[in-house]
Structure formats: structure tokens, C-alpha cells
């Protein structure tokens, strides 16, 4: 390595102490040494089984089919919502953006009693709502309800930090040119806020698809009707439905989605390539 190859390197990594490598490393342990634990308990003879039980095939069937349907939810509410924030006020924006931040700070349980009290029988919205025959709490709308309102803010923040990045303008430059504010909309500032866009969605799913605090108060954990696949290892480890060895596998397939979630965002990530 030539002496000007060498200075660079030493440039780009920076001049960090090199005693701090040790506590980086033992921080690096704590993660990855316990989900190493999970996949050595893995039972590779009965995996397919665990996986396949019926139980388990309900468990993952609902949690896909609820985390697309709040994934779906945040992204009818959250890019108008992230796209006001962008082009607010600072005052505004730093207002809005600390409201959307609430839920990623709160303890999950706490949205999920929040949801309770305001879609429950006695609750500001769940009055109005029973009188019309509609219950919302411990049913699948429920859980969709509890995703969406975890979720939100990582598809919000991610496209609101990209639109912010992007700037204006372009938008400008396509309004001198005569284009409406609609076709601004869908031909110049999300297609340039793409990589934030799909981050977000993609953050926003895995999201969903681990959610257990709110979903286990505000919706319950009914088999078929409310048990995703977090209530149901939850379930498992407490002694009933599906086994420990299901519970395992269904661990070790939210942890394969978790990082096939990492790679995607890293691959629509600008300059995630390096």
C-alpha cells in the first residue's frame, strides 16, 4: 500500500482512540452473542414441522396479512403527513416531528391502553362506534390499528428526512415550467424521495410484523383472530398453543426477516452500495 493510499485510509477511518475497539466489541457481543443462543436452540430435525404446524401457519399467515394491511394504512396517512412536515415552518416541523416521534419513546403497552381507551366501549370513539354495531378492540382491525400506530413514525421520519434532503428546488423549477401541484407531486418530489419512501415502507412492515406490546392490550391474543406471531411465542414460552420448538423457528423467522428488512434498506439507501 503506497504512502498516499495509506493516508487516505487513515483520513476516511478517522483518528478514534484505539483502546475504545474493546468496549465496541464487547457492545457488539451483546447483540449478536444471544441471538447466536436462539439459532443454537434450533431444532433442525423438527424445524419444517415447528413451521408448518397449524398453529404456527396461523400465527404467520395473520401477521403478514396484518402487516401489510397497516403497512398499507401508514402509507395512505403517513406520506401526506410527511410530506407537511417537510414543507413546514421549522417551528411547525420540529412540533410535528416530536409529536410522530411519541410512539418510537413510549413503551408499546402504553399506545396499547391508549387505543383501548379511545376505541373502547367508554372510550371517545368506540361510544360512537358501538352504537352502529362496530366493536374495534380484540378484533383483527384491532391489531392492524396497534401496527399502524407503532409503525407510523418510521415511514414518516424516513421520507420526511429525504424530502428535506431533496429540497425544493426542482419543484420550483417545475412550476416555472407550468406544472400543477399534482403532477409536481408525482413526477418531481416523490420520485426524487424514493430511496426514503421505500426505507420507510420497508422499516415500516418489519415494524408491524414484530409488534407485541400494543397488539396484546389493545387487541388480545385470540388464535386465529389476534395471535401474530410474537403473541404466539409469547404464548409458547408461557406453557400453552403452539411449542417451544415452534416458538424457536417462528423467532428465528422474524430474525431472518429482520435482516433481509436491514439489506433491502441498505441496498435503497443512497450510497448504500459502499
Known amino acids: 500500500m503506497t504512502d498516499g493510499v495509506a493516508d487516505r485510509v487513515r483520513t476516511e477511518q478517522g483518528y478514534l482512540p484505539r483502546v475504545l475497539i474493546v468496549p465496541a466489541v464487547v457492545g457488539l457481543a451483546l447483540l449478536v452473542v444471544p441471538l447466536s443462543a436462539l ?11 415447528d413451521i408448518t404446524s397449524p398453529q404456527a401457519v396461523s400465527a404467520l399467515a395473520l401477521s403478514l396479512q396484518t402487516a401489510v394491511a397497516a403497512t398499507a394504512l401508514c402509507i395512505l396517512l403517513g406520506v401526506p403527513l410527511a410530506l407537511t412536515i417537510a414543507r413546514a415552518g421549522p417551528r411547525s416541523a420540529a412540533v410535528l416531528r416530536a409529536v ?3 410512539p ?3 413503551p408499546p403497552m402504553v399506545g396499547g391502553v391508549a387505543l383501548l381507551f379511545l376505541f373502547g366501549r367508554t372510550g371517545w370513539l368506540g361510544t360512537a362506534l358501538g352504537e352502529v354495531g362496530i366493536r374495534v378492540p380484540f378484533t383483527t382491525a384491532a391489531v392492524v390499528l ?3 400506530f407503532v409503525a ?17 428546488r426542482y419543484e420550483q423549477a417545475a412550476a416555472a415550467l407550468g406544472a400543477g401541484r399534482w403532477r409536481i407531486l408525482w413526477r418531481v418530489t416523490l420520485p426524487l424521495a424514493a430511496p426514503g419512501l421505500i426505507a420507510g415502507v420497508v422499516l415500516c412492515f ?5 409488534e407485541f406490546g400494543a397488539t396484546a392490550l389493545f387487541a388480545g391474543n385470540a388464535p386465529g383472530v389476534t395471535q401474530t406471531m410474537p403473541l404466539a411465542i409469547y404464548t409458547a414460552f408461557n406453557g400453552a398453543g403452539v411449542s417451544q420448538g415452534t416458538a424457536v423457528a417462528l423467532s428465528l423467522l422474524l430474525l431472518v426477516t429482520a435482516i433481509a428488512v436491514l439489506l433491502l434498506v441498505r441496498a435503497w439507501r443512497p450510497g448504500g452500495a459502499r
Open 146 to 148: 396497534a401496527q399502524a
Open 206 to 210: 418489519a415494524r408491524a410484523l414484530g
Open 39 to 49: 439459532v443454537g436452540r434450533l431444532d433442525v430435525a423438527t424445524v419444517w414441522a
Open 100 to 102: 410522530v416521534t411519541v
Open 152 to 168: 407510523l413514525p418510521f415511514l414518516v421520519l424516513a421520507l420526511e428526512g429525504a424530502l428535506r434532503a431533496t429540497g425544493v
Open 104 to 106: 418510537l419513546v413510549l
